[in-house]
């Protein structure tokens, strides 16, 4: 019997342990390697006597590999469709209504009234140049560029800030000035590196908001964070095994004649034939330096933001929610009560998902940080209960105290994908695979959401399994 074992117990690695330990030709050892609990990034907490997610709390529908996982492992009648559609951006002094027919928070088409209302008058002119006489490019196509100044050159400063620094630079916590066009949208890339309209040319390459296609989100009926017990039952009853506060402090090759690799731990060595690391980049980094210096220098440049999620419960009769949408994004450059707002983005959770909706209280989650702001991680969790509500006044008339509120706090849990990410990360796939029975999994590679990443650690398995099979 071979064995593998996966350092990381978040859904990149239960996935790559699933996968493995589901291999019936060879049934492997599969042991899973985890500095805290399992679940990752997949956490839940009790807030108002129901669990409710404080990290991902849906995915795209449109990515295949979480539905495919969940069907996998027998609970495709718990995902759960996203119950209510839009958003709010608070532009101009007051929160408005996101336009339909956004890529990533690019404009594919530009209302008028609409466009005044968030841009104003000078914005709106600045992007409409684009469909009467479209800027030809202000370089020659190169193999990547940064989102916002991409974006700029064509639709003018105003439609990033407002528009696709809160969307796209809230996603990964960052800042499009340097967020990578390759690998977070391609067809952005594409489109204004050509002569003609961008927003043209991102109409076409999107689905039209006039047809939808299907829910944009799902999640599951209990929360994402269901996902991590349904891994855990499925590898326990693949003969997988998970060792809970088990950090790995080396890895390195065994001597001859032994299984490849010794994974060190404080309590102990663990034998394997093959190895997977499904940790944060710093930490993959450091277990790669005594390996490979170049692949870890490699996995050492990808950094990482640290972000603050305020879950708070209101009585419906203590704020003013905006009708409809499920959430509010607050641009970087808009004032708040006391300065720059903390909150880059507002969730109404319980009007998102339907399984956490009461009649007598109303959900909300509060998101403040990015790579270049840790104000709220400077603030103890009062301080910034308290700042996060001050604001929330601001934007939804909050007045009365929050009935209750959880702080939940992400340190360097957001990596940040900079210009040629994607030529990075090539190159650490390149150089771990001449390592033989290592690969790598996670966020920091080639997509941040939950289904990127379930892709990512199944994708190593395959990789490692196939180096298995390669020396049987």
């Not at 209101?314 to 905006?322: E, F, I, M, N």
């Not at 990443?453 to 994708?459: D, L, N, P, T």
Request: glycine residues 12%; neutral net charge.
């Amino acid at each position: 019997m071979t064995s593998v074992v996966v350092i990381g117990g978040g859904v990149a690695g239960l996935s790559a342990a699933f996968e493995l330990a589901g291999d019936q030709a060879r049934r492997p050892d599969v042991a899973v390697l985890d500095a805290g609990e399992p679940g990752g990034a997949l956490r839940r907490e009790r807030v108002g006597g129901r669990l409710v997610d404080v990290g991902p709390d849906g995915f795209l529908a449109r990515r295949p590999e979480a539905t495919a996982l969940v069907g996998e492992l027998g609970a495709a009648d718990e995902l759960v469709e996203i119950a209510a559609q839009g958003a709010w951006v608070y532009a101009r002094g007051r929160l408005r209504p996101l336009p339909a027919g956004l890529a990533l928070g690019v404009p594919t088409r530009l209302r008028a009234r609409e466009a005044l209302r968030l841009l104003g008058l000078r914005g709106t002119a600045r992007a409409a140049v684009d469909l009467v006489a479209p800027r030809p490019p202000s370089r020659s196509a190169l193999p990547d560029r940064a989102v916002g100044p991409l974006v700029a050159d064509k639709l003018g400063r105003r439609v990033v800030d407002v528009l696709v620094d809160p969307l796209v630079g809230g996603i990964h916590a960052g800042r499009v000035r340097d967020l990578s066009a390759a690998a977070f949208f391609p067809p952005i890339l594409d489109a204004a590196q050509r002569r003609g309209s961008l927003m043209r040319a991102l109409r076409a390459a999107t689905p039209s908001p006039d047809r939808p296609v299907g829910p944009a989100f799902l999640s599951l009926r209990e929360g994402m964070g269901a996902l991590t017990g349904l891994l855990l039952g499925a590898l326990g009853a693949r003969g997988g095994t998970v060792v809970a506060r088990g950090a790995a402090t080396a890895v390195h090759r065994a001597a001859p004649g032994a299984p490849r690799w010794v994974v060190e731990t404080d309590a102990g060595a663990h034998r394997a034939d093959a190895v997977v690391l499904a940790t944060p980049p710093a930490v993959t980094a450091r277990l790669l330096e005594p390996l490979d210096e170049s692949a870890a220098a490699l996995v050492g440049g990808i950094d990482a933001a640290s972000v603050a999620v305020v879950t708070l419960r209101y009585r419906p009769d203590a704020l003013t929610l905006p009708e409809g949408g499920t959430g509010i994004l607050v641009p970087a450059s808009a004032d708040g009560p006391a300065g720059p707002f903390h909150v880059t983005a507002v969730t109404f959770l319980d009007r998102k998902w339907p399984h956490l909706g009461r009649e007598d209280e109303v959900l909300l989650r509060a998101s403040a940080g990015r790579v270049d702001d840790r104000r709220a991680l400077e603030l103890d969790d009062a301080e910034l209960v308290a700042r996060v509500h001050e604001e929330l006044g601001r934007l939804v008339a909050a007045e009365d105290e929050p009935l209750e509120a959880h702080v939940t706090r992400w340190e360097d849990a957001f990596p940040q994908y900079r210009v040629n990410h994607l030529v990075r990360v090539e190159g650490i796939e390149a150089a771990v695979a001449t390592l033989g029975g290592l690969a790598v999994a996670g966020a920091a590679y080639r997509g941040v959401g939950v289904p990127a990443c379930i892709g990512s650690g199944r994708g190593a398995a395959r990789e490692v399994r196939a180096w298995l099979i390669g020396q049987s």
